[in-house]
């Protein structure tokens, strides 16, 4: 789907400022929070997947959220039909809106893998775009948006820097996972990662194959991995089942998530995760 841009004429042919804070609305709480970081005091935001405990997966709209749409002045989401549902709320809306989605800015196509917000370069792709959309929008107002996404950048290259480190630490260290979730990150760890037929029917919510499941047991009761990435919002028998695998073979189990956690923003949730995972592999190569 190509990126709709679709700004008030009037405002940039002006130059003036929007009279109140320009509103957000965002799929996903980690997209809104770093715009409400970006906009500050000139935006709103609301994200609607917000609840950490909540399979984003099997999450249905209703009217509240139907009518909040028709006042967004901004709309983000993911893309990759990870919440296909925006399509059709924005598709029912007729008024013009600024529509961003990120899977767009990162030229991504139907079949790769959603969870994009793991890789760090996501995030300061779509912040630079998001400030630049904002100034347009607020010109007079332009200064402090460029302000704010150089402290952005300033957080964005100290969660590089910790990922540059670990990646020295853990290059080519075999894991594996439950589901895709974390996948573009541990492919930005240099980590070798196991189980990927099997993670795309979990997140498909198919059944994998008789062989992707033997695999995937093999790696575990012969320690071939050395950590079991799990997602800590969505379960069933079969990945519960692998999970006591884990557990009886030694074998550390490190939880992501597909939502941004309360009190938390991007880089504390990514560098909690981080921190998560370096512990579990310390200790898996204690208990070897």
């Given at each position: ?35 409400a970081k970006l906009g500050g005091n000139y935006v709103s ?51 013009k809106k600024l529509v961003i989605v990120v899977a767009d ?184």
């Amino acid at each position: 789907m190509l990126i709709r841009i679709m700004t008030l004429i009037v405002l940039l042919i002006f130059n003036t400022s929007w009279a109140e804070p320009i509103h957000i609305i965002a799929a996903e709480n980690f997209y809104g929070d770093i715009a409400a970081k970006l906009g500050g005091n000139y935006v709103s935001v609301d994200s609607i997947l917000n609840n950490p405990k909540q399979d984003p997966h099997l999450f249905s709209i209703n009217p509240a959220i139907a009518k909040a749409i028709t006042h967004a002045d901004i709309i983000i989401y993911n893309g990759l039909d990870y919440d296909s549902w925006m399509e059709n709320l924005i598709t029912a809306n007729s008024q013009k809106k600024l529509v961003i989605v990120v899977a767009d800015l990162m030229k991504k196509k139907s079949g790769d893998n959603p969870h994009i917000w793991y890789d760090p370069n996501t995030m300061l792709v779509y912040a630079t775009y998001l400030v630049k959309q904002l100034s347009l929008l607020d010109v007079q107002h332009k200064d402090y948006f460029q302000q704010q996404l150089t402290l952005f950048k300033q957080q964005y290259q100290l969660l590089i820097n910790k990922v540059i480190i670990d990646k020295t630490k853990w290059l080519h260290t075999p894991v594996i996972a439950t589901e895709p979730v974390f996948n573009d990150m541990a492919n930005t760890l240099g980590l070798t990662m196991y189980g990927l037929h099997f993670q795309l029917s979990v997140m498909n919510d198919t059944e994998p194959s008789a062989a992707d499941i033997k695999d995937f047991q093999n790696k575990l009761m012969t320690r071939s991995v050395k950590v079991l990435i799990i997602n800590n919002q969505v379960s069933d028998p079969l990945t519960q089942r692998m999970e006591e695998i884990a557990q009886k073979a030694n074998i550390p189990i490190v939880g992501v998530s597909e939502t941004e956690p309360p009190m938390q923003d991007y880089f504390t949730w990514m560098r909690d995760q981080l921190i998560n995972l370096e512990k579990a592999l310390g200790e898996s190569g204690e208990r070897n």
